[in-house]
């Protein structure tokens, strides 16, 4: 990389991206009527008791805060779309609806297949 502030040693803390990721998790708490054991689950913000998932809020505060959390593996948009596609923690798998059951069912298949063999 050219840039120091881009790369996998590269840190997100004091840059614009931090900061709208910390304003966006702010507002889905601010406007979240969850129980306290799962206000810092954005899965359990798209249900009724958070901002529901048919808002480009809570759309924004899921990428975001995957951003964040991932910020090493996003700096290249080939990567970024291809790393998105294997946490459960991304918007393309939040917004499935049975993601991770799907996810757990596929792991105990191949540990099946993997205990054939």
Known sequence: MTNA??????????????TNS????????????????HRDNLRAQKDDCGIGMGTEDWE???????????????HAANNYHCVRNFFSDSFVNMSLKNAILSQTAGLITLAAVVALF
């Open 5 to 18: 502030s881009e790369g996998f040693c590269s840190s997100v803390i004091g840059t614009l991206r931090y």
């Open 22 to 37: 910390v304003k966006a998790m702010k507002f889905v708490l601010e406007k979240s009527k969850c129980h306290t054991l």
């Open 60 to 74: 924004y505060a899921v990428d975001s805060n995957f951003n964040v959390t991932h910020w090493p593996y996003i």
